[in-house]
């Protein structure tokens, strides 16, 4: 398994543009953690909670990018905030656009990483899919961020970071309330294992959901987990967002080699928390995720056990067409096999659209994300080996 480098110091502060040292950023920051930072260079006490609240509205609500356009702080304020704090999001590298209007972002982080986001436009909302890790450490064999070698968590700044940016893209701030948005659900299901970073998760999550910045609901962000029982529990507890489950089998044996966390945690384990996760009904029903592998998870068996195991728990099932990257040594199931799939599912009472794949052509898909830096980097190092071998 790949080692996932800690999150230093210096990733969590900005380098200041003259060089000298780096700042905290504001970005990211909890109320609480604002609060203080604001009493670190001197606003008195009896202001914080108000200074707290205007500045978490220009951020949030209002997206702006420099201390400047905080038009309700005084100027020395202002001025004090420059000189301590930034104010910084993740950069765009490359901007894609789908045919189908999937907008998939390369973006850079602290530190020269990279991690991509995806928006998903449809009729009744917009989806944003972002990132949680700079990789991920487990090792799913049928998904292409699992083969990444670098790993590092993203910071909470750099989570919610990606909902700003995309926002600045989809030019939606200060928008009313009530106005339709186009940035309207978030799912953590870029890269990374959400549930290995879940108090930058937890911390970014929380912003996403305050009624005064981002203000989604938290039916409106889905989490999407390999199965990090423990984590599972604290993710019900201090996020309290929908669940989704990266199922992809019906049988340990099979799961073990799929989804290797398995292997720790067991499928009977797993459910017995989806079975406890807070809140469930029929209208917060957990999400199983499914991809079809021709000949290794897709056969009418698999659909009846399925529905067997998840008996009792309001629940979709989401079936996700494999979807193909270099190298990868699956293929997608046939189409009548998925709908036949899916009629069995449907049948036992279980809602289970068919994913369709989205902005294909520029690889935005489920499980194809993966940083250009590590695709660079793969062919330099395939570069060295083919000239080793002339
Ligand atoms: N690490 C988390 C979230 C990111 S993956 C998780 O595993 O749940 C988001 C979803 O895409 C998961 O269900 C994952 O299993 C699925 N996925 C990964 N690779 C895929 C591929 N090549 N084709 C289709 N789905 C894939
Ligand atoms: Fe990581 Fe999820 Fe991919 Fe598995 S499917 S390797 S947990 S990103």
Request: hydrophobic content about 40%; aromatic content about 6%; some cysteine.
């Amino acid at each position: 398994m790949t080692a996932n480098a800690p999150i230093t110091q210096d990733l969590l502060t900005i380098p200041r543009k003259d060089g000298e040292g780096s700042l905290p950023n504001l970005i990211g920051m909890r109320r609480e953690a604002l609060g203080e930072a604001l009493a670190g260079i001197g606003i008195p006490e009896k202001q914080i909670k108000m200074r707290v609240g205007q500045i978490w509205a220009w951020i949030y609500q209002k997206g702006v990018q420099s201390f400047d356009d905080m038009t309700n702080l005084s100027k020395d304020i202002r001025a004090n905030l420059a000189q301590n704090f930034a104010l910084t999001r993740p950069e765009i590298v490359t901007r894609q656009i789908s045919t189908d209007g999937t907008r998939k972002y390369l973006l850079r982080i602290n530190g020269g990483h990279e991690v991509e986001a995806v928006y998903i436009p449809e009729s009744d909302r917009g989806t944003l899919c972002i990132s949680s890790q700079v990789g991920c450490t487990l090792t799913c064999s049928f998904c292409h961020t699992g083969t990444q070698k670098l790993v590092r968590n993203l910071t909470a700044a750099e989570i919610i970071g990606q909902v700003l940016v995309a926002r600045d893209d989809l030019e939606e701030w200060g928008k009313p309330a009530g106005d339709k948005r186009l940035l309207s659900n978030i799912v953590l299901m870029g890269m990374g294992e959400p549930l290995y970073n879940t108090d930058n998760v937890r911390d970014a999550m929380l912003i996403a959901m305050d009624n005064e910045g981002v203000a989604l609901s938290r039916r409106r962000i889905t989490l999407s987990t390999s199965g990090i029982v423990p984590e599972i529990i604290r993710a019900g507890d201090e996020i309290g967002c929908m669940l989704a489950i990266s199922f992809h089998a019906t049988t340990d044996e099979v799961r073990d080699t799929l989804v290797p966390i398995n292997r720790k945690h067991k499928i009977a384990e797993l459910l017995d928390a989806c079975r406890n996760y807070p809140r469930l009904s029929n209208s917060e029903r957990i999400t199983f995720e499914y991809v079809m592998l021709k000949d290794v998870n897709d056969s009418d068996e698999d659909a009846r056990r399925l529905v067997k195991l998840i008996a009792g728990i309001p629940a979709k099932i989401n079936l996700i067409p494999f979807n193909p990257w270099p190298g990868a040594p699956y293929e997608r199931s046939d189409w009548d096999r998925i709908e036949t799939f899916a009629d069995i599912v449907n049948k036992a009472g279980y809602a289970s659209p068919v994913r369709t794949p989205r902005g294909e052509d520029i690889m935005a898909a489920c499980g194809q994300l993966k940083s250009a830096t590590e695709r660079a980097r793969k062919s330099a190092a395939q570069i060295a080996k083919e000239i080793e071998g002339l």
